[in-house]
């Protein structure tokens, strides 16, 4: 994977999690680690990985 669509995928996996309630700045969670970023990694559906899986963009992959 490009650093650059690790990056995207990162922040937005990051801005998902900060949306549900184990993100929530208040929340004291073993999902959290010492510095309060949300360690879980997949805070959608499994319908959603699905339909992200199912066909890779192999533009975003580095091939060597």
């Known amino acids: 994977m490009s650093q650059e ?3 995207r995928f990162v922040r937005d ?3 998902a999690n900060s949306r549900i309630v184990w993100g929530a700045p208040e929340a004291k969670t073993w ?3 010492s510095r309060g970023r949300v360690s879980q990694n997949w805070p959608y559906s ?3 990985y699905w339909r ?3 066909e890779p963009a192999l533009d975003e992959f580095v091939f060597q």
Do not use: F, M, P, S
Request: no cysteine; hydrophobic share 35%; proline share 0%.
């Open 46 to 48: 499994l319908l959603e």
């Open 52 to 54: 992200r899986t199912r």
């Open 31 to 33: 999902y959290k680690n």
């Open 5 to 7: 669509a690790l990056e």
């Open 13 to 15: 996996v990051d801005g």
